[in-house]
C-alpha cells in the first residue's frame, strides 16, 4: 500500500463550486504539505502544517484553506473554484526539516 | 526569500553522462535535494547534500558548493528510463523551495 495516498486523482468542477481534496499518510510523520504544479512554474507551496496544531501559509495560499484532522490527515479546499486553479496537486510528507519529502501520487484538477 | 535556476531541457543519448546544473540564491540554507518526476507522476527523492562535496548514489551522484551557491547532479551510463524532470530544492528549516526543472530527454 501507498505511504500518501490523496483523493481524488481526478476532478473536472465548474466555477464557483467548492472542492475538498484529501491526503493521507501512513509514514507517521508530523509534517505535511501542499504543493500545486502548472507547466513551466514548478511545484509552488500552498501550505504546510508541522502538527496538528500548526497551520502555516506557502508562498501562494490564496483562495485555498486547509485543514489539518489528525497527524495522518491533511486536506486541501477551494472555496470558490475558479479556472487558473486547474493544475496538478501534491500532498508531501516528511518526519523534519532536513528530512525527505515524500510526495503523494497527484491529483489533478480542473476548473471549467 | 529562495531563487533557484536550472536548464529548461537537456537532451543526451543512451549511455552517455550527463550533468545537470542548478544554481541558487537564498536567506537560509538547509541542505540542497534532487527529485525525478517522471511525466504525470509524484516527484522521487535522489539525492541531498548539506556539506560542499559529492555524494555518490549509483548511477546518480550530486554535488554541492555552498560558498558558490551551485549544484550539480551527474547521471552515469544513461537509460531511456532515466526520461524526466529532475528538481533542484532547498530552503530554510521550514519549508523547501523547488526550481522548475529541467526535462531531459535520452535518445537512442
Known amino acids: 500500500d501507498a505511504d500518501v495516498t490523496q483523493t481524488p486523482r481526478n476532478r473536472i468542477t465548474k466555477t464557483g463550486k467548492r472542492i475538498m481534496l484529501e491526503c493521507s499518510q501512513t509514514?507517521?510523520?508530523?509534517?505535511m504539505y501542499w504543493y500545486r504544479q502548472d507547466p513551466g512554474l514548478g511545484l509552488r507551496l500552498i501550505y504546510y502544517?508541522?502538527?496538528?496544531?500548526?497551520?502555516n501559509k506557502g508562498e501562494i495560499s490564496d483562495g485555498y484553506s486547509v485543514s489539518r484532522q489528525a497527524q495522518a490527515k491533511f486536506s486541501l479546499s477551494l472555496e470558490s473554484a475558479i479556472p487558473n486553479q486547474t493544475a496538478l496537486y501534491f500532498c508531501?510528507?516528511?518526519?523534519?526539516?532536513?528530512?525527505?519529502?515524500?510526495f503523494g501520487p497527484g491529483t489533478r484538477l480542473t476548473v471549467l | 526569500g529562495q531563487n533557484i535556476d536550472q536548464p529548461t531541457e537537456m537532451t543526451a543519448t543512451e549511455g552517455a553522462i550527463v550533468q545537470i546544473n542548478c544554481t541558487y540564491q537564498t536567506s537560509g540554507f538547509n541542505g540542497l535535494f534532487w527529485y525525478q518526476q517522471h511525466a504525470g507522476e509524484a516527484p522521487t527523492f535522489l539525492s541531498y547534500n548539506v556539506l560542499d562535496g559529492l555524494e555518490e548514489k549509483g548511477r546518480f551522484s550530486s554535488f554541492l558548493s555552498r560558498s558558490k551557491g551551485y549544484s550539480y547532479l551527474l547521471l552515469k551510463e544513461l537509460q531511456m528510463k532515466d526520461s524526466a524532470s529532475y528538481l533542484c530544492a532547498t530552503g530554510t528549516a521550514s519549508k523547501l523551495t523547488f526550481g522548475t526543472g529541467t526535462r531531459l530527454q535520452v535518445t537512442l
Open positions: 502544517s508541522f502538527d496538528v496544531k500548526d497551520i
Open positions: 509514514k507517521g510523520h508530523d509534517r
Open positions: 508531501a510528507t516528511s518526519a523534519g526539516s532536513t528530512d525527505t519529502q515524500y
